[in-house]
C-alpha cells in the first residue's frame, strides 16, 4: 500500500528512480525484520521513508561526488518524520507517473515501468501478465531506469504545451494495460482481469491527482463500462460470448454508474477527445437493456466523430459494423472493403471477421467462411481462434 508513495518520495529526494527503488526494497526489508519484534510503528509511511532516507544518507557518504545531495537529504531527515500532506503525495505521484511513461521509453518498458512501480507488480507478475520471459521484463525495467538517467530526465509534472503531450503518453500506457486485460493478444484466455483492474487503479488515482483534464475522466469512463461486461463476456467454458449474444442482467452496473459519472465530467470539462469518444459510444451500449434497443445510428455518428479526431482504420472498421447495424449489411461491406488495402490492418484478424459477420447476414456462406477461417489464422488467441473455427464450420 505505501509503496508507490515511497518511491514517489524518494524519487524527488534523489532524482534517480532505479535508486529509489532500491532504497524503498531497502526500507521494506527492514520493517520485515524489524516489526515482528518492535510492532507495527503508528505511522508505517513515515518509518518507511526515515529508514529508506537513513540508507541514502549512508550512500551519499560513500560517494563523495555527491556531497550536495547528501546534505540537502541530511537537513531534511528527523528522527520523526511528518505525515506528508495531501499535497505532497499527489504531487509527488503524479512526478512519478509521468517519470514512468516518459516518451523517451519505449511503450512496453512505460507499460512495465508504471506496473513495477504503480502497480506494484514484480517482474514475475508483468512477465505472466503480458506472456513474456522473467528475463525480457527485467531487461526493459533495467533498460527503462538507464534510458531515463541517460536522458536527464525531470522529475516533474510537465506544464504548457508539453503537458498534452506528455499526459497523452500517460493515458496510452493505462489504456494498453486496459486493453491487453480485456482481450487478451495470446494465451489461451480471452480476458486477464487483474490487469484491467490495475489499468481501472492507476485510472481512478489519476483523475483524482488531475480533476479538471477531460481525457483522464474520458479513459477512466471507457474502462469501467467496458469492464462492466467482463462477467458476461465468457460462458462457464471459457468460451467468448459476442456483444450482442451477452447476458445484460449479468452486466456489472455498479462499474456502469461509475463510467457513466466519469463521463459526464468529462463532457462537462471540455470538447470530447478519442477517449471520451469512445466511452460515449460504450455508454450507447451499457444504456440499452436490450440488443435492439441499441442506438446504432448514434454510435456510427459517435465513430465518425472519434475518425474526426482520432484517425484510423481500426476506428473506420468499427464505424462498418455500427453502419451496417444502423443501415444494413451492405453498408457496412462497403466501407470494410474500402478498408482492404489498408496495410495496418493487412494482419488484423478482427478485419476478415467483421467481413464475414457481414457476409453471412447478405446470405454469401461460402465466402464467409473462408473470411473466418483467415481471420482464425490470424489471431495468437486460443480462445478466439477456436470461435472463429467454430464460425467457420456453421458457414457450411
Known amino acids: ?37 518492535t510492532g507495527t510503528p503508528r505511522n508505517p509511511g513515515a518509518w518507511l521513508m526515515a529508514v529508506a532516507k537513513r540508507r541514502a544518507v549512508d550512500q551519499f557518504r560513500r560517494r563523495e561526488t555527491l556531497d550536495r545531495k547528501y546534505l540537502e537529504i541530511a537537513r531534511d531527515l528527523e528522527t520523526e518524520v511528518p505525515e506528508p ?26 507499460v512495465a515501468l508504471t506496473l513495477k ?64 486485460g480485456y482481450s487478451a493478444t495470446a ?35 471507457l474502462m469501467e463500462i467496458q469492464a462492466s461486461r467482463a462477467g458476461a463476456r ?10 450482442l449474444e451477452q447476458d445484460r442482467t449479468r452486466w456489472n452496473r455498479l462499474l456502469i454508474g461509475l463510467g457513466l459519472d466519469a463521463l459526464e465530467k468529462a463532457e462537462r470539462l471540455g470538447p470530447r477527445g478519442p477517449y471520451t469518444a469512445q466511452a460515449a459510444i460504450a455508454a450507447c451500449h451499457a444504456r440499452a437493456a436490450r440488443p435492439e434497443d441499441t442506438d446504432w445510428a448514434r454510435i456510427a455518428d459517435l465513430y465518425a466523430e472519434l475518425a474526426s479526431v482520432n484517425p484510423s482504420p481500426v476506428v473506420e472498421l468499427n464505424r462498418a459494423v455500427a453502419l451496417s447495424m444502423a443501415h444494413g449489411p451492405q453498408a457496412g461491406l462497403d466501407l470494410v472493403d474500402a478498408l482492404a488495402g489498408e496495410p495496418a490492418l493487412s494482419r488484423y484478424h478482427l478485419l476478415p471477421t467483421v467481413r464475414g459477420d457481414l457476409l453471412v447476414k447478405l446470405g454469401r456462406p461460402a465466402e464467409a467462411r473462408a473470411e473466418f477461417e483467415r481471420a482464425a489464422g490470424l489471431t495468437r488467441n486460443t480462445r478466439e481462434r ?3 473455427l467454430d464460425r467457420a464450420a456453421a458457414c457450411g
Open 1 to 37: 500500500m505505501e509503496s508507490a508513495r515511497l518511491v514517489a518520495g524518494l524519487v524527488r529526494l534523489v532524482r534517480d528512480v532505479g535508486m529509489a527503488e532500491e532504497l524503498a526494497q531497502d526500507a521494506l526489508v527492514a520493517a520485515l525484520e524489524q516489526w515482528p519484534e
Open 234 to 243: 465468457v460462458d462457464a467454458n471459457g468460451e467468448p460470448v459476442l456483444l
Open 85 to 110: 500532506t495531501a499535497g505532497e503525495i499527489r504531487d509527488d505521484l503524479l512526478r512519478l507517473i509521468f517519470t514512468a511513461c516518459h516518451p523517451v521509453l519505449s511503450a512496453e518498458a512505460r
Open 187 to 221: 494465451g489461451d484466455d480471452l480476458m486477464r482481469p487483474e490487469l484491467c483492474a490495475d489499468a481501472q487503479r492507476l485510472g481512478r488515482v489519476l483523475a483524482r491527482l488531475m480533476p479538471r483534464e477531460p481525457e483522464v475522466h474520458g479513459l477512466v469512463a
Open 386 to 388: 477456436a470461435l472463429l
Open 117 to 180: 512501480l504503480l502497480g506494484g507488480l514484480k517482474t514475475e507478475e508483468i512477465a505472466r501478465a503480458f506472456l513474456v520471459g522473467e528475463s525480457t521484463v527485467a531487461q526493459r525495467l533495467v533498460r527503462a531506469k538507464k534510458a531515463l538517467a541517460k536522458a536527464d530526465v525531470r522529475y516533474e509534472v510537465p506544464s504548457g504545451p508539453e503537458l498534452a503531450g506528455r499526459l497523452a503518453s500517460v493515458l496510452e500506457v493505462i489504456y494498453l494495460i486496459f486493453n491487453e
